[in-house]
Every structure is written in structure tokens, then in C-alpha cells.
């Protein structure tokens, strides 16, 4: 039974340490995978694999690992919802990149958006002109919101696909 309790401790030591690297090294969401951090969290789990079960490659070993990630995963996100001083903590805020059609161009470079994307989102909200958004913003999820001040208002969905490459000002 030793070597089990050894395995969730070893499990959860792993996830807190994934949840704090994530947030200092500015990963908010995987929806902005590109292939260079699809490979790093291939060989994260890689590396990570046995410090979480030691020794121990069983299935049940296995089995509990992913049990207590799960777990604690499950928990996190219950204490999240709870307390607002632990959800500002762990998670980014969303920024506003363009007010009334003023692009915060220090914003969106300390955010590795470039000028492009800036572009692309607001194509796919059917904006042609800067000047035309009331209000964008790089939401939690690393989405890009488009508001106008249009009574046609589209829902669409923009997902960056390129993050920190060609950033703007800097």
C-alpha cells in the first residue's frame, strides 16, 4: 500500500508543478498548440511519466496515476470556482487589444499578437477596418473576441494559431 500512496503523491507533485510552469512560462490555453508545443508537451509527459509512478509500471500504477490527475484536476477546478483568490492566481485575464478602434499595439506585443492575426480575427467577424471595432479581446481561452457596434452582431470562433512568431512593435 506504500507504493501507492508514493504514486498519488508523486501524481499530484507533478500536476501542481505542470499547473505553475504553465502559468510562469505564459501557456494559457492549448488551443494555441503549434507543432513546436504539441512536441514539448509530448516530451513533458515523457519526462514526467515516472516521476510520477517511480519504478512501478503496472497497469494498476498507471491506472492510479491518471486516477489522482483526474482527482486533483476535478478538486482544482471545484476550489477555482470558490475562490477568487486562487482562480486569479492560476488563470490569465483577459486583455483588450482594441478600445473604440484604437489598437493597443503594447498590448497585443507583450501578448505576442502581430498585426496580422489582429486582422484575420476581425476578417472572420466580417470587420474590414480597425476603426469599425468597438471592442477586441484575447479571451482566457486564446480567442479573439470582435465587438462592433453593429446590430448585425456575427457569433464566430477565431483561434490563433501562431503564438509570440513576428510580434508586434518589440
Do not use: C
Not at 509500471?57 to 483526474?70: C, D, K, Q, Y
Amino acid at each position: 500500500m506504500n507504493a501507492y500512496l508514493d504514486i498519488v503523491l508523486r501524481s499530484a507533485a507533478v500536476y501542481f508543478f505542470m499547473i505553475i510552469a504553465l502559468r510562469i512560462f505564459g501557456k494559457k490555453e492549448l488551443s494555441q498548440l503549434n507543432t513546436a508545443d504539441v512536441i514539448l508537451i509530448l516530451l513533458i509527459s515523457n519526462s514526467v511519466q515516472n516521476a510520477m509512478v517511480g519504478s512501478d509500471s503496472s497497469l494498476s500504477g498507471g491506472l492510479l496515476a491518471a486516477l489522482v490527475l483526474f482527482v486533483v484536476n476535478y478538486g482544482l477546478k471545484k476550489w477555482m470556482f470558490k475562490s477568487d483568490k486562487l482562480r486569479n492566481l492560476l488563470q490569465q485575464k483577459p486583455e483588450i487589444l482594441i478600445h473604440d478602434g484604437q489598437v493597443d499595439f503594447a498590448m497585443a506585443a507583450k501578448l505576442g499578437i502581430t498585426s496580422e492575426e489582429l486582422t484575420e480575427a476581425m476578417h472572420e467577424h466580417g470587420v474590414e477596418y480597425f476603426k469599425q471595432v468597438k471592442l477586441a479581446m484575447l479571451e482566457i481561452d486564446g480567442n479573439i473576441s470582435i465587438i462592433t457596434g453593429d446590430k448585425n452582431l456575427r457569433q464566430t470562433h477565431f483561434k490563433r494559431k501562431h503564438l509570440r512568431k513576428n510580434f508586434v512593435g518589440n
